[in-house]
């Protein structure tokens, strides 16, 4: 059993930087199951999985990879026969991660739960490291999954003490196998016991989406003079679809980009008293200085030299 559970370790390092993605692809669909990875940078991509299987084809893995999106597609089901329940531990970086109508915000320290038998999707945009328990579904004592899927789970729940758990069991199976191989039922238990315990928590959306909404202002705040900012860069950035951007934002986000222009070109025309509108307008992120002046008449109500001298002291 001891030389059955030492990790194999798939690594992009094996591998060409041009096949280095194509390979990691294809370690993710064997180690775990069918789905789409799709690189999130075109710059060199490196990735590595340590991945050891237990007892009762129960999988633990530890993964440390560059930004990247996985999605678990309705076609991709059909290939796989083993219904799983994933524990997926954050170590280092971030990840959203979405099923059942539900988006969960990981990071360090969070567990999220998700069921193979159904699609989901992972973006993780930055490099990140995560543990993953791999469980058959088969094995645990909850009858719908849909109650615990894609909600993080942190302090003040069972995530710090299963985060404990598994960190400590993975460093040891693999360095003495032999002597993790007499904890692994324990550590099962305990994982089915989270499990029960996620599955009783009501969910709450609102306090989620909360999160993922400041996110998405803070990005906007940070990056609104870039002209070239849009919904596609904005979803990228926060790790979430457009359709999910949008129902984020409570519509389009083309508004809220404007709108925080303009307030920024407020501020520098009463304070910057002899700036050039077009260096005001490039500097607010307007592609131009007749765009800046139509959008600030339409929501300030009067043009942009007008308001310098309606706030002149």
């Not at 567990?111 to 038998?117: M, Y």
């Not at 899927?149 to 302090?155: C, H, K, L, N």
């Not at 299963?162 to 196998?177: I, Y």
């Not at 409570?250 to 925080?260: L, S």
């Amino acid at each position: 059993m001891s030389d059955r559970m030492s990790p194999l370790v798939l690594s992009t390092e094996s591998v060409s930087a041009r096949e280095a993605f194509d390979y990691w692809r294809d370690s993710v669909c064997a180690m775990y199951f069918r789905m789409q990875v799709d690189p999130m940078t075109a710059a060199d991509f490196n990735a590595r999985i340590e991945y050891a299987t237990l007892e009762n084809s129960v999988g633990l893995s530890r993964v440390r990879a560059d930004a990247q999106r996985a999605r678990r597609r309705p076609v991709d089901l059909r290939a796989d026969t083993e219904e799983c329940v994933l524990g997926v531990i954050t170590l280092d970086g971030h990840a959203v991660l979405e099923q059942d109508g539900r988006i969960a915000d990981a990071r360090p320290g969070n567990l999220v739960f998700l069921d193979s038998s159904r699609p989901y999707s992972a973006t993780w945009t930055a490099t990140y490291e995560e543990l993953v328990v791999q469980v058959p579904t088969r094995t645990l004592s909850v009858a719908d999954t849909r109650s615990l899927t894609a909600q993080s789970f942190g302090p003040g729940t069972v995530a710090p003490v299963v985060t404990s758990c598994f960190t400590s069991l993975f460093d040891l199976v693999t360095t003495d196998p032999a002597q993790a191989a007499p904890l692994i039922p324990h550590a099962l238990g305990l994982f089915g016991a989270a499990v029960t315990a996620a599955a009783r928590r009501k969910s709450e959306p609102e306090e989620i989406t909360a999160v993922l909404r400041q996110q998405v202002f803070d990005f906007l705040h940070a990056h609104a003079c870039d002209p070239e900012l849009s919904a596609d860069t904005v979803a990228a950035a926060c790790g979430v679809s457009r359709r999910t951007l949008y129902r984020i934002v409570g519509g389009g986000i083309a508004g809220h980009i404007r709108m925080i222009r303009i307030d920024r070109a407020k501020k520098l025309l009463q304070r910057e008293r002899y700036q050039s509108m077009g260096a005001i307008a490039a500097a607010c992120g307007f592609g131009s200085e007749s765009g800046f002046h139509r959008a600030f008449r339409e929501s300030v109500g009067v043009t942009p030299a007008d308001y310098r001298q309606m706030v002149r002291p």
